[in-house]
């Protein structure tokens, strides 16, 4: 299968170069590994090399200035990001790019990119180099939310395909179906959602990108949890497990273990959970990693299922303003949600009824539909849905 891991970054390699202070070398390699497919969890770890340059030379390599551009929107320093972004100057490809992976509310902007895009490469051949999900199990809020396209995504599927090949050219397969697949899960369209799955994933096991195999096992065994078909969420995860291993990829792996402990919250496996708490589970305390969201979404469920409220709700709080400066919808409405549990289980509950207030009408807008039903099967989750008389 494809992966994206990039045969040019070698941590071992990298290492020893800064230490022969061989910094030409280190800079060719830099640049190399920033001009192939992106991976968004590879560029964290590039961050400590790019740090041996200083800012000036930083600045004035439009590779290295776009790279560190987005190393400070996956930090959460959006102003930093757009600051680095504009030191790209005259490359006007470059730049687009920019536009389109750093995360923002100018949503306009972001759109236009993503039409200029499509054009170079429909007239000029010219593949565009942009991630794919973030290591998230998610494609419609991958490296951004794009559920503000639901209707379009669900209504045509042919020309979305269309529109995927555009931007990644030979990878494409799958992406269409997977991305319509969730769409469909998230409205509640379980057996449109499972019949699509059931039939894209042999393909993208024999020819498609492990990314995209990730995300569609991920949504299936999502929709199994959903259906009430918790025995098969063991092997599926096992499944899960032994392709990331074997096709040695290592950001996928990254979040592996928190998809883990999300699947088996359902089946009240607490001592799992709690070993991926102590040994895998993001701090809060420290520099934040809008890479981790996924993550912090798992710590808040697990924070609820250990009556930790208020740790959950400061947690909360710690990526508010990240999220709604990235322009990250669905996030906050699972968030807020997940806030609104919290403060009526500890006894809030005009705090709880606000929330879910200002909740409902954008789930309702964007189809949130499985957002909401997926917490139900925690008794305490449901019980609190049924006061709030929640649909």
Not at 41 to 46: I, L, P, Q, R, S
Not at 124 to 153: S, V
Not at 192 to 208: D, R, S
Request: aromatic share 10%; net charge negative.
């Amino acid at each position: 299968m494809k992966n994206r891991d990039n045969e040019f970054f070698r941590e071992e390699e990298l290492d020893e170069l800064v230490e022969k202070r061989d910094y030409e070398t280190l800079r060719d390699k830099m640049s190399r590994i920033f001009a192939c497919p992106c991976c968004l969890n590879g560029f964290k770890h590039c961050r400590k090399y790019l740090e041996v340059f200083s800012k000036e030379e930083i600045r004035k390599t439009p590779t290295f200035a776009a790279a560190e551009a987005v190393i400070q929107a996956i930090y959460g320093n959006l102003e930093k990001a757009e600051k680095y972004a504009s030191y790209v100057g005259d490359e006007r490809l470059m730049k687009l790019h920019l536009d389109v992976i750093i995360p923002g509310t100018d949503r306009e902007r972001a759109r236009a990119a993503f039409l200029k895009l499509a054009e170079i490469y429909n007239n000029y051949g010219i593949l565009p180099n942009l991630p794919l999900a973030a290591g998230r199990i998610t494609m419609i809020n991958g490296f951004r939310d794009m559920t503000m396209y639901g209707n379009y995504m669900h209504d045509r599927k042919e020309q979305l395909k269309g529109w995927v090949k555009s931007f990644y050219g030979d990878s494409f397969l799958g992406i269409a179906e997977i991305t319509y697949a969730e769409v469909c899960d998230q409205r509640d369209e379980c057996f449109e959602a499972i019949t699509t799955l059931v039939g894209i994933i042999p393909f993208i096991e024999k020819e498609g990108e492990i990314a995209v195999l990730f995300i569609a096992l991920s949504i299936q065994m999502r929709i199994m949890i959903a259906t009430g078909q918790i025995a098969v969420v063991y092997p599926i995860l096992e499944e899960i497990y032994q392709r990331l291993h074997k096709e040695q990829s290592r950001w996928l792996l990254e979040n592996f273990g928190a998809m883990k402990a999300w699947g088996l919250l359902y089946d009240g496996d607490v001592d799992t959970v709690t070993e991926w708490m102590e040994n895998e589970a993001p701090s809060e305390f420290g520099e934040l990693n809008m890479l981790d969201t996924y993550k912090y979404m798992i710590k808040m469920r697990a924070y609820i299922l250990e009556e930790k409220y208020l740790a959950m709700l400061s947690l909360a709080e710690y990526l508010r303003e990240p999220l709604q400066k990235g322009d990250r919808v669905m996030d906050l409405c699972e968030m807020n949600l997940l806030c609104a549990v919290s403060y009526f289980l500890c006894d809030r509950k005009e705090d709880a009824f606000q929330l879910i207030d200002e909740l409902l009408p954008i789930v309702k807008e964007r189809r949130f539909d499985r957002l909401i039903a997926d917490e139900r099967s925690n008794q305490e989750i449901a019980d609190f849905m049924e006061s709030a008389s929640i649909p």
